[in-house]
């Protein structure tokens, strides 16, 4: 069966510092991947989505970026983060392209405090 | 991207069914009605979908409208554990999904 891995769960970090998130998916190959970020109170907003390997689209402009060094393997990254930049950040995937038929699947998610 | 509108919050008793509404009045042919919950501290988890015709599965059921501007997510039997965040989603495009802000559900014991 298929499964999706994020990590850290937990992170607390100062301004100004870098990040790393990773998600990686079991048990399917070439999976499109989703990386979304919540802030406190808010609804789920897509930051990046890839098809494939080193193809990232991104959401919405910011200081974050994606990239997909292997099939399964989908990173989020920030050089410096900002006070905005908490918030509860969750892994996605799908097997199809067309996500009108299908399902998209959430990791538990890594929440993130910005100090 | 296509937006709908959901009430911000309902309430409900438990083992009573629960309808729970949805305005998409932008929807075209081809758009799908999803639905997804997401429970406190965790991810979204994908709860039924359509396109024209009513659905059934193991967790509710999705009432489209003739006119497909609306929908009502259906939950047979409130559980306690049917607390959660619900999000009615219409699909445009092929490959993302945007969430709005979703219908927070409160089961009362």
């Known amino acids: 069966s298929q499964t999706i891995h994020q990590w850290p769960a937990t992170l607390v970090q100062p301004v100004g510092s870098p990040l790393s998130l990773e998600c990686t998916v079991e048990?399917?190959?070439?999976?499109?991947l989703y990386w979304y970020r919540q802030a406190a109170g808010r609804g789920l907003q897509l930051l990046f989505y890839s098809v494939g390997i080193g193809q990232i689209s991104s959401e919405v402009p910011q200081n974050l970026s994606a990239s997909r060094p292997q099939d399964r393997q989908f990173i989020l990254s920030s050089k410096k983060l900002l006070l905005s930049d908490s918030g509860f950040y969750l892994c996605a995937w799908s097997t199809r392209e067309y996500l009108g038929t299908g399902e998209l699947f959430f990791g538990e998610g890594s929440r993130l405090t910005v100090l | 991207d296509a937006k709908t509108t959901q009430p911000n919050s309902m309430e409900s008793n438990e083992e009573e069914p629960v309808h729970l509404p949805c305005n998409h009045s932008?929807?075209?042919?081809?758009?799908?009605i999803h639905w997804y919950r997401q429970l406190p501290s965790q991810g979204p988890e994908y709860v039924i979908h359509g396109l024209t015709s009513n659905v059934n599965n193991r967790m509710a059921s999705l009432a489209i409208a003739e006119d497909r501007k609306s929908s009502t997510l259906i939950l047979h039997r409130a559980t306690l554990r049917d607390a959660a965040v619900y999000y009615c989603?219409?699909?445009?495009?092929?490959?993302?999904?945007?969430f709005g802000q979703g219908t927070r559900l409160t089961i009362n014991p």
């Open positions: 932008t929807i075209s042919g081809t758009d799908y």
């Open positions: 989603i219409q699909i445009q495009g092929a490959q993302k999904l945007v």
């Open positions: 048990g399917t190959s070439n999976p499109n």
